[in-house]
């Protein structure tokens, strides 16, 4: 019975995310802050059937992110504290961006991805997902608040699982809104630091690098990966980019950072790093790469897999550097040969 009812829970994860997803788009956890309310109340605050309200609560009560503390009253629990968008380990954007009909869409047709080894979103949408991303401001805003969320925990490590201090200027490719960057400079206070990232990319980097209080340390500049990145660093982050791309276009990316870096300095390629053979204490990363094909057709890889990458694009990769997190996340150290 261990095994059927471990199947049977795998098949109810779609319902699973849609409960969690309609929390977050009825804004349950900002509601219920930190007090217990009713049902009929919470029905009233955001406009919803209040028979059907409480069946959505007991659901989320069973998936222990709130607590029915007495019948029909309810609070948040622990695990759903990150629902609520007030708080600085908010994962809101993250659930309404991955429960968001484009996606749900696209994760339909994952036979087909599998059949043929291409996403399935540019087939659906006809554009990748940053073109569709650049044709819909709201779902691009929630993507990098997503992103923004998601980047903090390993953008903390970054810094303490790698010396900067050899370092004289760090260029953030595709940084992004700064997280990374922020936390790097914050931990070396001498260093100096670029944000590269597409227009809407860095939209909102002024913001992030001023609050961190390091903007004077840093510039930002748009433009794209593809063509050229800045040429005057030393030290190049990837962060979460290799990643959203197939084998060709990840080399054309390195090529454009080897064209830039020079002959002492180094990338740095922050990404899972996937063992040899697959660890089953942590199937994120294997559920991640699923998603990369369906919707990007980009991949997660293992060491040797970015080892073939950097070798195609004149890198030798010189050390692996484990972060503090308890997942597969790593800086691949790299240099130029």
């Known amino acids: 019975m261990a095994a059927h009812q471990r199947l049977m829970n795998m098949m109810f994860g779609t319902i699973c995310s849609q409960v969690v997803g309609t929390a977050a788009r009825l804004g349950l956890a900002d509601h219920l802050g930190d007090s217990e309310r009713g049902y009929t109340e919470l029905a009233e605050a ?5 028979g059907a309200l409480a069946r959505l609560l007991r659901a989320l009560a069973a998936l222990e992110l709130v607590t029915e503390t007495r019948p029909g009253t309810f609070r948040l629990a622990e695990a759903g504290m990150p629902l609520r968008t007030d708080r600085p ?3 809101a954007a993250a659930v309404l961006l991955f429960t968001d009909p484009a996606l749900l869409d696209s994760w339909k047709q994952t036979e087909e991805a599998v059949r ?3 996403p399935t979103f540019e087939k659906l949408y006809g554009t990748d997902f940053f073109g569709f991303l650049a044709m819909n401001p709201e779902l691009s ?3 990098n608040a997503t992103m ?4 903090l925990p390993i953008a903390q490590l970054i810094p303490v699982s790698y010396d900067f201090s050899r370092h004289h200027t760090v260029v953030d490719i595709g940084g992004g809104d700064g997280t990374v960057l922020a936390e790097i400079l914050r931990g070396a206070p001498t260093l100096r630091g670029v944000v590269f990232d597409s227009p809407t990319g860095v939209a909102e980097a002024t913001a992030t690098l001023t609050a961190a209080g390091v903007a004077q340390r ?5 433009g794209d990966f593809f063509t050229a990145v800045p040429d005057d660093g030393d030290a190049y982050v990837l962060k979460n980019i290799l990643h959203d791309w197939d084998d060709e276009r990840c080399v054309t990316i390195l090529e454009r950072c080897r064209e830039a870096i020079p002959e002492h300095g180094r990338l740095l390629i922050v990404e899972s790093v996937l063992p040899e053979v697959v660890d089953t204490t942590d199937p994120a990363p294997y559920l991640t790469d699923i998603s990369m094909l369906v919707n990007m057709g980009g991949q997660e890889r293992t060491r040797s897999e970015y080892e073939q990458l950097c070798r195609r694009a004149g890198f030798a990769i010189t050390a692996v550097h484990p972060t503090l997190l308890r997942t597969s996340y790593s800086i ?3 240099t130029p040969v």
């Open 46 to 50: 955001t406009g919803t059937h209040p």
């Open 332 to 334: 691949i150290e790299a």
């Open 89 to 91: 380990d908010s994962q």
């Open 148 to 151: 923004r969320q998601v980047s």
């Open 218 to 222: 840093c510039r930002i500049d748009a």
């Open 116 to 118: 043929t080894g291409q």
């Open 141 to 143: 805003e929630r993507f």
